[in-house]
């Protein structure tokens, strides 16, 4: 027999779900945008504006405090790897654990496929960048959390499009 409340249960199981994020930003210790995704719909300049201003918060706070920001009324948890941040907000009662686990997996799938992913990789291969985030997390939520057939998806992705470089490349008879 359990005495806790259904209340109880329900913040338990509130508090484990994966996060529901509103926008992912990665950005240079000197500030510039490398990337950004957005589930949430708001004009140009209003991204502009939360933009300049989150990545002035962050990189004001020094190392050493706590990487979760109540912002508004959604909070931001972000990460540094080398000399990138990520950031993404999320609802104010989502897990910042969870969702700094969701940065780091990201952050795997970037290793594993430029092989230790570095700034310069973000910059010249965004395109991929994007890819590999989409084939995470759609809509703001996490899709699959395998790395496995995350990077299968990429490979895929990859040999398709090898295919048809091949085939525009031959001479038609």
Not at 142 to 159: C, G, L, W, Y
Not at 163 to 172: D, H
Request: proline letters at 2%.
């Amino acid at each position: 027999c359990s005495s806790s409340s259904p209340g109880k249960q329900q913040n338990t199981k509130q508090s484990h779900r994966l996060p529901e994020i509103h926008f992912i930003l990665l950005f240079s210790r000197q500030g510039k945008l490398r990337l950004q995704k957005w589930y949430t719909t708001l004009p140009d300049k209003e991204k502009k504006k939360i933009v300049r201003e989150i990545v002035q918060i962050v990189l004001a706070r020094h190392q050493k405090t706590s990487s979760f920001v109540d912002w508004k009324d959604l909070k931001l948890v972000y990460k540094r790897y080398a000399s990138l941040y990520f950031c993404c907000a999320i609802e104010d009662q989502d897990n910042e654990l969870l969702t700094l686990e969701v940065v780091h997996r990201y952050v795997e799938l970037l290793d594993r496929y430029f092989g230790n992913v570095c700034e310069l990789d973000i910059i010249f291969n965004f395109e991929k960048a994007y890819f590999i985030l989409d084939e995470f997390i759609i809509g703001g939520e996490v899709q699959d959390t395998s790395k496995r057939s995350a990077v299968k998806a990429i490979e895929d992705s990859d040999m398709l499009q090898e295919t048809v470089e091949e085939y525009m490349n031959k001479p038609a008879f």
